[in-house]
């Protein structure tokens, strides 16, 4: 008891430093530093965010377990294996921080996701949970229902896929900097096509998922801007509509429709695999290479038999667990969602809010950084 | 005129019409785009359209007798579903009981719809509409312990390579498999249609329950097999479905129902029962599927054109099928009546008893 | 004479049995949900039980008319999209948010017309005409929008789609009781309504006695249209966004729940009472199990099964109690036997 009340004092302690020090320190934002190197060695687990905004908070605020946090983790749609592995990740930190709430994993199907995210939003909120984390599907059509949820006292946090005009949402825990993505698929295209370069399309999800767009936009900027990549030449952007059909039927018609294309570019691990998957049975593997974002354990045949030698992702179990760090901390009052708040998020380690550069307005938790995998890697990856 | 009306059956111009329009839409892409006159157009087209051909085939028999079944995709997501899960445990199941399982599931689930719709008299747009949105909970449900997921490196080699067997290969014309599969299924059905006495059962309980009644039909049996064979094509569609696309998520086959009312609609098969055949509505797949096949490889189209061209076309598909074929009818009927006239004239001079 | 007024006895049976099967299931819900789901029965609650399925009931009033006149309209959510879209192109434009609004209801009325054009003139089958114009005007949302999600409405137009205008209740539902009032009077109180079921009855038969049916059929797509439109401004007022998929799927909702109204698929019979009444047993249904944090897709599947043993249970009992009465008439004298068989080729040809 005594213990816990020593902890309590501490974390208000830190907590008015924190107040203290960002309360003037919100206007000049912190610089952003140059990102990363894109081709970064493949690692398991991923380090720490580069971000270096420098703070005068004494110390990392960390979490204080035991307390009653009602959580709802909802993910884009229910039937993708890595929203399933944020949830695990969710539950592995759930356990940790010996929440005696409930931590639920509630999704929409696929086909209905725009009015279940917002009906199930709406009945957490009806329900007084104390925690929404949403993975965003509906773009800012969201917003109305987050609005109500955060005047019913919900933290609100988004992960995987932000609130574009950030409005309702009090931070955004993103995967890895979406500026960064369009640079690792520039790289990841160049090292297949050799420094030649070459002709490639994009496969993107649906045409409205705002992570993709950001994604892709980030790709076409690098390509346009950095003379490194000046041999890629972008053909085509298609929408396979997050379905294996479609992507499927969509690649093939890529290949047809573009004779000298040689690379697929899918931002999506539903895209990649149904890609991979069309490559092979045509037999065009030796012609046309695809890569882009993709989970090891679909990918790791393609990749051996060369149809998909490269391609990135990051981890969602991570994710899932650094999402629910943030919500339970933000819950909890540990930390307030403001401009550099450090904090400490489990076994991952030290993460500072900062403002999104990405986005015109909005802060983030950067995760980072990617997971290359190739032949080396991708089966140890796939177990 | 005769000549004509002698040799074909309204049904048979309808199926030329359909051929002709198919043709005159290869020919007027092939003078535009690039490499379009290639095996290769060949294999993107006719493996495209093997899925929903065989779906059409179940639409076009419960069509007919003036049902219909929206649960269709359903029922292929969950064969499809079923089968991969099964796969993923047991790889020594082969090509041939596999498909017999899937085919095996997808009449359990047709069985249910024929014993609602025939015997519980419900109509069949409620009932399939039901069952639709049952048979894809069905789905989640069973998927849940897999993650919601089918993932193709966890099936046997043979069902990730099965898309990519051929028939015969000629160059870069290759004939495969999936495709044999479904022009057999379409021919067995227009023998059956043509030839058996149930298939034409079939007809008359579409074109006149009332009469098809008093002549002692028994149509509750024959509208109930009716959606057992169509569970089972749509089985044989999610065996075909998953070894097509190897990865499935809950969402496999959405859909598939209406695509297969439009093939069967385009082709000539009147969705108030009646007339139909299987060659029309696999023709009505075709030109569906050719067309949009072409509009893809169509580089002055974006991407966001096609379905606003899709349902133009199914209109006026519709429509002028609606007039010609009003017309055709008409000119027959002339025809036999006058036939008719001819024989009776020759008959009543050539045996005065009668 | 005396099998007349047997078949409207029997028939009023039947019309009593569905409705009452309805209400006790809505009375089941009602008293589970009150008893067992907390926060239910706030003020809150009851209103997100209408507010997040507005529009779709309102679009289900319109629908209810189409079905009893014997035809269907699949496009309900491709218009409603469209016309969303319409509404976001043009307040992106800068056009005043009175305009825009405008023009989408302009737009969802010349959708409407364009179906009633081919089904009561060129008559082609609602099914398909409507089949098409699903994937058509769904391919004009997109061409449009493309991938882009259009949001910062003007705020007035925010203001009505999501905050309560009258008491606690916001505009949507206000609207939806207003025209709920209006289409009960029109369906069951005047000449037009009578012209609709007359037509879903018989077609041939209400041309010849001198309905103009093709007029009517007409009117009915070109309101379709509109109230899709209406549904469509209200959807994107409440997410303050629209996207080139809004509303997609909601066609199918809408017509489950009117035909778990007692609404006949085939037309000629159905009311407003029992749609009224299928509308609160679905959102109650819904809210409740969205409360107990059943998934929609489990949702789905149970009002699926809600929606066939509603025509099931009472087809069952029906031939459950005809078999009874026959055996009764067999044991007496044989002349009473006709009504019996004549319920059988009733009951044959559903």
Redesign the interface.
């Given at each position: 008891m005594k213990a816990i009340a020593m902890r309590l004092i501490a974390v208000l302690v830190i907590l008015s430093l924190v107040l203290t020090a960002c309360a003037p320190a919100a206007t000049p934002a912190p610089t952003q530093p140059p990102t990363q190197a894109p081709t970064q060695p493949p690692t398991a687990a991923p380090t720490q965010a580069p971000t270096a905004a420098p703070t005068k908070a004494a110390g990392p605020v960390k979490a204080t377990p035991g307390k009653k946090v009602d959580m709802v983790l909802l993910p884009k749609f229910?039937?993708?294996?890595v929203f399933?592995q944020a949830y695990a990740g969710a539950q592995e930190a759930h356990k940790e921080l010996q929440n005696p709430g409930q931590l639920?994993f509630?999704?929409?199907?696929?086909?209905?996701s725009?009015a279940?995210q917002?009906?199930?939003i709406?009945?957490a909120t009806?329900?007084?949970v104390n925690a929404i984390m949403i993975s965003n599907n509906?773009?800012?059509?969201?917003?109305?229902a987050v609005k109500k949820a955060r005047e019913a006292g919900i933290t609100v946090v988004t992960w995987d896929s932000p609130i574009?005009?950030a409005e309702g949402e009090q931070v955004f825990v993103a995967q890895v900097d979406f500026n960064e993505t369009g640079r690792v698929m520039a790289e990841m295209a160049l090292h297949i096509l050799g420094e030649g370069g070459g002709k490639l399309a994009i496969l993107s999800a649906?045409?409205?998922a705002?992570n993709q767009?950001a994604w892709i936009a980030a790709f076409k900027e690098v390509l346009k801007t950095d003379p490194k990549y000046s041999k890629l030449e972008l053909l085509?952007?298609?929408?396979g509509n997050d379905?294996?059909?479609d992507s499927?039927?969509?690649a093939?018609?890529l290949v047809?429709?573009y004779?000298d294309m040689r690379l697929i570019m899918a931002p999506t691990t539903?895209g990649i695999?149904?890609a991979s998957?069309a490559m092979?049975?045509?037999?065009l593997c030796d012609k046309v290479k695809v890569s882009g974002l993709g989970l090891p354990?679909?990918m790791?045949?393609y990749t051996l038999n060369g149809c998909a030698p490269e391609f990135a992702l990051w981890s969602f179990t991570d994710l899932g667990y650094l999402t629910y760090y943030v919500t339970y901390l933000l819950a909890t009052g540990a930390i307030k969602g403001e401009i550099g708040e450090r904090f400490e998020a489990g076994r991952m380690g030290t993460y500072t809010i900062e403002k999104d550069p990405t986005r015109p307005v909005g802060l983030r938790v950067l995760m980072g950084p990617f997971s290359i995998y190739n032949k080396d890697n991708v089966e140890a990856e796939?177990k | 005129m005769k000549f004509i009306t002698r040799i074909l059956r309204p049904e048979q111009v309808r199926e030329l019409v359909t051929l002709f329009l198919i043709v005159i839409i290869v020919l007027g892409f092939g003078a535009f785009l690039k490499d379009y006159y290639t095996g290769r157009t060949f294999v993107r087209i006719s493996t495209s359209i093997a899925i929903i051909a065989v779906v059409a085939m179940a639409q076009t028999l419960v069509a007919i007798t003036r049902n219909i079944d929206l649960s269709l995709g359903s029922i292929v997501g969950f064969c499809a579903f079923f089968l991969g899960v099964q796969l993923s445990y047991h790889h020594e199941i082969g090509p041939v009981p596999a498909a017999l399982i899937a085919i095996a599931v997808g009449t359990a689930m047709g069985l249910i719809n024929g014993l609602i719709i025939a015997y519980g008299r419900v109509p069949a747009i409620i009932t399939t509409l039901g069952t639709m949105a049952i048979y894809r909970t069905a789905i989640v449900f069973y998927s849940a312990p897999e993650g919601g997921i089918v993932s193709a490196h966890r099936l046997p080699l043979w069902a990730r390579q099965f898309a990519s067997w051929s028939i015969f290969k000629m160059g870069d014309l290759d004939f495969r498999v999936m495709v044999g599969i479904a022009i057999l299924v379409v021919i067995i059905f227009q023998l059956i249609l043509t030839y058996l006495p149930y298939g034409r059962r079939l007809y008359a309980i579409g074109s006149n329950p009332e009469a098809a009644r008093i002549a002692g039909f028994p149509a509750q049996r024959i509208v109930f097999i009716a959606y057992l064979i169509g569970g089972a094509l749509a089985g044989l569609g999610g065996y075909l479905f998953l070894l097509q696309y190897g990865n499935l998520m809950v969402l496999a086959g959405v859909g598939l129902e209406f695509d297969a009312v439009a093939a069967a609609v385009v082709g000539g098969v009147n969705i108030f029962g009646g007339t139909g055949t299987a060659i029309g509505a696999f023709l009505g797949a075709t030109l569906i599927g050719t067309l949009d096949y072409s509009l893809r490889r169509w580089p002055a189209i974006s991407e966001f054109w096609r379905n606003a061209i899709l349902g133009l076309l199914i209109l006026l598909a519709v429509a002028t099928d609606s007039a010609i074929m009003a017309r055709l009818r008409l000119m027959w009927a002339r025809a036999a009546a006058a036939m008719t006239m001819e024989l009776a004239e020759s008959k009543t001079s050539s045996s005065p008893q009668a | 004479m005396q099998s007349s007024r047997l078949a409207s006895l029997r028939r009023m049976q039947f019309l009593r049995s569905w409705e009452a099967i309805l209400f006790f299931v809505f009375l089941a819900i009602l008293l589970y949900n009150a008893t067992r789901v907390p926060a239910y029965l706030t003020v809150g609650n009851q209103i997100n039980v209408f507010y997040l399925y507005a529009e779709k009931i309102i679009v289900a009033l319109i629908m209810t008319f189409i079905i009893i006149n014997g035809e269907i309209d699949l496009s309900v959510a491709s218009v409603m999209g469209l016309c969303a879209g319409v509404l976001g192109r043009l307040l992106e434009m800068g056009v005043r948010g009175e305009y825009a609004i405008a023009a989408a209801l302009v737009t969802g009325l010349l959708c409407g017309l364009w179906n009633g054009l081919w089904i009561a003139y060129a008559r082609l089958s609602s099914l398909i005409v409507t089949l098409a114009g699903m994937i058509m005007f769904r391919g004009l949302v997109w061409v449009m929008v493309e991938d882009r999600s259009i949001t910062n409405f003007p705020a007035w137009i925010n203001h009505l789609g999501q905050d309560a205008i009258l008491g606690p209740f916001p505009l949507s539902l206000i609207i939806f009781f207003v025209l709920l009032i209006f289409a009960y009077i029109v369906l069951h109180h005047s000449a037009f309504g009578r012209y609709v079921y007359v037509i879903g009855n018989n077609r041939e038969v209400a041309r010849f006695s001198g309905v103009k049916v093709q007029q009517i059929k007409l009117i009915l797509f070109a309101t379709s249209g509109l109230i899709s439109a209406l549904a469509g401004v209200l959807y994107a007022a409440r997410l303050g966004a629209m996207r080139s998929s809004t509303a997609e799927g909601f066609e199918l909702e809408i017509i489950t729940m009117v035909l778990l109204g007692g609404v006949n698929i085939f037309g000629g019979s159905g009311s407003l009472i029992g749609v009224l009444l299928s509308i609160l047993t679905v959102l109650n249904l819904r809210n409740g199990m969205s409360l107990a944090n059943i998934t929609l897709q489990q949702q789905t599947g149970v009002i699926g099964a809600l929606l066939i043993f509603s025509v099931l249970v009472p087809n069952l009992a029906g031939r459950v109690r005809a078999e009874l009465n026959r055996r009764r008439f067999a044991r007496l004298a044989a002349e009473q036997t006709a009504p019996a068989e004549r319920k059988e080729v009733k009951a044959e040809s559903k």
């Open positions: 229910l039937g993708n294996i399933d639920q509630l999704g929409p199907t696929p086909e209905n725009v279940g917002i009906e199930i709406t009945a009806t329900q007084r509906a773009g800012d059509q969201i917003v109305p574009p005009s649906s045409p409205d705002a767009n085509d952007i298609v929408y379905q294996f059909e499927y039927r969509q093939l018609a047809d429709k004779p539903i695999a149904a998957k092979q049975d045509e037999g354990v679909e790791v045949s796939a | - | -």
